[in-house]
């Protein structure tokens, strides 16, 4: 049946393709026979055999023999209705073609009636149609509308000028987030008035490496333009070509360990770089397996899920288990991936005053009595805590013992995010849930985390039950439609894990320099007590009122961050920043960093330049100081004398 349907569509291809072909070439033949005055005064007969050449030149004429297909039933209907057409007069085919617009214009009262009867007998049917049909034309005419309301308005205002819409929506965006600068830094002096200030910190670096504590800076690097305090002036200097660390937030070091290196190094001589394509499909080999059961056995879980950006992990993870309907409680100063992931859940969402507990319960049993008014269940509608455990942008610890306790006694499930736990906090490097004597599955559900901080690799994991792990292989946006982790990232995760377990292993690398070189190499608990000591060990130095250079930031900033946070965040204290305005603050901020990085060679960060519109609570300006392994107490030391040399030179 196929095969005989398909020679009758070639059919119809060939003759079609013949008769336009003929068609164009004999016009000037058909043209003279319509317009010769011999065939109207010729009879029936003379006409007859006129047109019967002409439409088998037309037809049969020059038609290729070796490609003639055999007769079909297409093929015969076809020579019938060329029959029938020979032998027709002009009279027959002037009726025939009357007979034809007749039956045409019968066709809008041939509906109509076809519409009654359908009405009739299936209204429903009619009414669903014709409601749909309305909706189309509807839209079609609004959407036209718009648009040409929107030339028309941009027509009035000149052409390539603005519509009035477009002007308010820049001046909204304008007095909501500042005017960015156009021809480079602004040399706004500290006394001026502004509620937005560019920051000019970091801007142009290039790091070429990392070995050990020091940043060594690319050559390449664009000139820094110091903001100074005399009077705003500009000052043009050149970055030194290597700086003290006290910025990057690889608190472990493996950016720089020799063994990492050459763990990477043999994965990339044996897997090549990248892996060829999302997990599902076929971008999963061994070593992706390993590093999801080598974390899932560290973190003591059932299972892991491998992302392959740290970002997208975090992100993924809330939408993969929020949707539409559910409800979120946030706490308000959580970063900016956890924010995204909550805006793409579409979940309902209420947000609870950072680290407040007390807040926490008020919206917890807000959200009972509502319940209870609407006579509804806690188990109807999915309910998720979000928080993290060492807060990114506030240096602060959650209290999760209070926050598990709500957790339990309201019946939420927990997200954490332990991005900046991991790897740091903890007898064995586990996170906040080991530093506060918790336990995941059993008093977080769903732990989330980079592996670009304490691991020295790039991309995410998220642990849990089977159940936790086997729904994101499913619903995981990040895990389905991204390109999975280069094999070579997954062995350096592996062996920072191995890493802080103290099992790292020098028989598997080959070079042997290597392996000498990292034979004195922290690991397992001397890793971990070794930054624990260089955190104590900043923040003793930095409140020491006894330190020469200490006490010249008393009463200028004050520390905001957990003591036991290797993230230290210093702010202005009140006194300073009670009259100045968030730029102000943020100017005095660059100034202090810029001070430290080019006249004394020690990297920190200022913090005043956040998105504020991606942040539900924006900190205030601050310095941020990393705690690393890499740091010795002579590093300390050149720490707190450059910031309280900068400090002095700002503020005098």
């Known amino acids: 049946m196929t095969g005989k349907f398909t020679q009758n569509v070639y ?33 029936p007969a003379s006409n007859i055999t006129s047109k019967s050449n002409l439409i088998s030149r037309l037809l049969l004429k020059n ?7 055999p007769p079909t039933a297409f093929e015969s209907l076809f020579d019938s209705v060329s029959t029938t057409f020979y032998n027709s007069d002009l009279e027959t085919i002037q009726k025939t073609l009357a007979k034809f617009f007749t039956t045409l214009c019968s066709l809008p009262s041939a509906y109509k009636t076809w519409w009654l009867n359908l009405l009739k007998s299936d209204p429903l049917h009619v009414l669903v149609e014709t409601t749909l049909i309305v909706m189309c034309i509807i839209l079609v005419v609004w959407q036209r509308r718009a648009d040409w309301k929107l030339r028309d308005e941009s027509k009035k205002m000149g052409g390539g000028q603005l519509a009035e819409k477009e002007k308010e929506e820049l001046l909204k965006e304008w007095k909501e987030y500042g005017r960015k600068p156009l021809g480079g830094p602004s040399s706004t002096s500290i006394g001026e008035s502004t509620t937005n200030v560019g920051t000019d910190v970091g ?13 060594f800076i690319h050559p390449e690097s664009k000139p820094y333009s110091a903001r100074m305090t005399n009077g705003g002036n500009i000052e043009s200097k050149r970055f030194p070509s290597s700086v003290l660390n006290f910025a990057t937030l690889d608190y472990l070091g493996n950016s720089s360990s020799p063994l990492i290196h050459q763990t990477a190094l043999n994965a990339l001589s044996k897997y090549g770089c990248g892996s060829c394509g999302p997990r599902g499909f076929y971008g999963t080999i061994d070593a992706h397996l390993e590093i999801e059961d080598t974390m899932s056995s560290f973190l003591q879980t059932e299972g892991a899920v491998l992302y392959s950006d740290g970002a997208s992990a975090v992100t993924s993870t809330v939408a993969a288990f929020a949707k539409r309907g559910d409800l979120l409680i946030v706490d308000e100063g959580v970063n900016e991936a956890l924010l995204t992931g909550v805006s793409l859940s579409r979940a309902n969402v209420r947000y609870f005053r950072h680290n407040d507990v007390k807040d926490l319960r008020r919206l917890l049993e807000k959200v009972r009595a509502n319940d209870i008014a609407l006579k509804r269940k806690p188990t109807d509608q999915r309910r998720f805590l979000v928080v993290e455990g060492l807060y990114r942008n506030w240096g602060t610890l959650a209290p999760l013992k209070e926050i598990v306790a ?19 906090l903890g007898e064995n490097g586990r996170g906040t849930l080991e530093h506060f004597g918790l336990s995941p599955m059993v008093h977080a559900e769903i732990v989330t985390f980079s592996l670009e901080n304490a691991f020295g690799s790039i991309g995410g994991m998220t642990v849990g039950n089977e159940e936790v792990v086997d729904h994101q292989r499913l619903s995981g946006a990040g895990y389905c439609f991204s390109a999975s982790s280069p094999p070579f990232l997954c062995k350096v995760g592996v062996a920072s894990v191995r890493r802080i377990q103290g099992k790292l292993n020098h028989a598997n690398h080959t070079n042997n320099a290597a392996a000498h070189e990292t034979e004195e190499e922290l690991s397992g608990q001397l890793l971990l007590k070794r930054l624990t000591q260089n955190t104590t060990k900043i923040y003793a130095t930095l409140t020491d009122s006894s330190h020469p250079h200490a006490l010249k930031l008393r009463n200028r900033l004050v520390i905001t961050s957990h003591p036991l946070s290797p993230l230290i965040y210093l702010r202005l204290s009140d006194e300073e920043a009670t009259s100045r305005t968030r730029g102000e603050q943020t100017l005095i901020m660059d100034k202090i960093a810029g001070r430290c990085f080019l006249e004394a060679g020690v990297a920190i960060v200022s913090t005043g330049g956040h ?39 700002v503020f005098k």
């Open 11 to 43: 059919s119809l291809g060939y003759f079609t393709g013949k008769t336009l072909h003929h068609l164009a070439k004999y016009a000037g033949s058909l043209t003279t026979y319509v317009l010769s005055p011999e065939s109207s005064l010729s009879g």
């Open 63 to 69: 038609k290729p023999q070796s490609i003639q297909p």
């Open 203 to 215: 801007s142009g670096i290039i790091v070429d490496k990392i070995e050990g504590v020091r940043l």
């Open 406 to 424: 709500l957790k339990e006694e309201f019946h939420y499930r927990l997200i954490l995010d332990d991005s900046q736990a991991m790897g740091t």
């Open 611 to 649: 998105v504020k519109k991606y942040l539900q609570l924006v900190p205030e300006p601050c310095l941020r100081i990393t705690a690393n392994v890499s740091q010795e107490e002579d590093d300390i030391e050149a720490l707190v004398r450059a910031l309280g040399d900068a400090v002095q030179s």
